[in-house]
């Protein structure tokens, strides 16, 4: 059996073989190498959130997704993670993959998996038909982790295998993907870059040539745009909560082999990280330049994304009545536990009755010793004048710690008590995210003091890094002169009770991890 020229160069999957030459059509998320590589699904987009960025995943975290982009940021992950992504494309073809990546406190590892349907097209030679169908499809398997080589500096790694099927013949390519990511620069800037698809030749055919996945290099920047904003508070949505905007733009130029080099760039909006709201763009001399749309929502521990690219066809006289010219990507990922300590567990084998008195009198006096041991951190707290709100899971430390006026400075004399605070953070919620509101006497005007009590939660923030908090750990929120939240209202400058005004709290919510 033989088949049109490579299948027009292995490259459109057997999806374009009929009488009239390919003319080098390009097809956004498809074949976008103009025929000179094989196992073409290794660079085609899957996650949602790749298609709505424009690609731009270079310096994007906290995501098992990461793990087809740049696998170095794979290290951002603080739980465990499970992701699965589907997309109906061009020509009635779908790709689904899935992947799994764990935290440990040496490094993060992940595994993942893809497949491509090409369908089936008529076998043609030259042109001609030959009568019969020819199936094709293509296959990844994917393993490799990320390490966190300093505060600043992030690898990783992965080893692929792929496979591609046309018809009767089936090769495979053995690959490598490297990639670094240097993120928390200046507390706001990533760096990244890397290499994709670095892999072995294939050959269907001894009458044609070798080809090779399509390999690339690339570069990527992204950007923490609002910190945080907290822009306004209202009964009517997420309980009453502060209305919290936080928007990151990521860019990405990327240099395939044997193809013009092209840029993508995106933006990401969140609304209390509950709501999160996509625009991409690329650029590229063939049907790869467009625009991208993208949305998604996180509910507890689970993200559903959706994301929509128009794909115009590529130029192609006969995909012109293609019913399906857009693309279509769902993705649903799912976060359970947190950091393993990586410590192999040891099998016991008992050889006796279990006394389970004696291991129920065990765990007793354990949790006895350890509240034994945290009183008296407490009780130096109830000295300080720290008051203990508790809402359920959510827990509201109202510390005296107080500022001077016009001064986002923390005060000598809160070190001690910010320190026992920080203890009791550090032994009794390792793993809850902690909201630190800042507040302001209604002295000024309201824009500046909300921009000062924002700066007050961020220096107290940058003290509990300085004893060893996580900086992750902690977000900051500032209500400025909200009257409603002022101690004493109207007090400002020297009146009594101004100072009280002009203070911090740490609202810690065991629900949500950081």
Known sequence: MHYTARFFGLALLALLAFTAPPSHAQFAGGDQDGGVHAMTMLG?????????LGEAM?????????????????AGLATNAFTVNASQRFAQTQLVGAAVAFPTTIATFGVAARIFNGGSVDNTFAGEPLGGRTRAYQFALEGGGAIQL??????????????????????????????MQFPDIWGRIALAGGVRNLGTSVNFDESFDEFSPPFSGYVGAGIDLLRQRNLLQTPMLFRGQPIIFDAKAVAQVNFPDQHEPYLGVGIETTVNGVVIARLGYQT??????GVSLGAGV??????????????KNGGAGFFENDPVGDAHNVGFTFFWGEKKSNVPVVPVVVMQPVDTAAINNAV?????????????????????????????DVSKYIVPVYFGFDSAEVRAQDDTVLRQVGEVIRRVYPTAL?????FADPAGTPRYNLELSRRRAEAVKAFMVTIGLPERQFKTVGYGEQQARQVMPGAQGDQPGALSNRRVVFTIDATQRF
């Open 44 to 52: 085609i987009p899957i996650s949602p959130r790749s298609i709505a």
């Open 364 to 392: 007793r006096s354990a949790i006895a010793e350890e509240l034994a041991a945290l009183r008296p951190l407490l009780d130096s707290l109830k000295i300080r004048d720290v008051q203990i709100i508790r809402e359920g």
């Open 284 to 289: 590229g001399d063939d049907n790869r330049a």
């Open 150 to 179: 300093a505060r600043w500096w992030r690898w990783g790694g992965t080893l692929v295998y792929a496979q591609e099927t046309l018809g009767d013949q089936t090769q495979g390519s053995v690959g490598i993907n490297s990639g």
């Open 58 to 74: 270079a310096a994007i975290d906290r995501d098992p997704s990461a793990i087809w982009y740049n696998a170095a940021g794979l």
């Open 298 to 311: 996180n509910v507890g521990q689970f993200r559903l994304e959706y994301a929509f690219r128009n794909s």
């Open 434 to 438: 902690v909201t630190i509101e800042g």
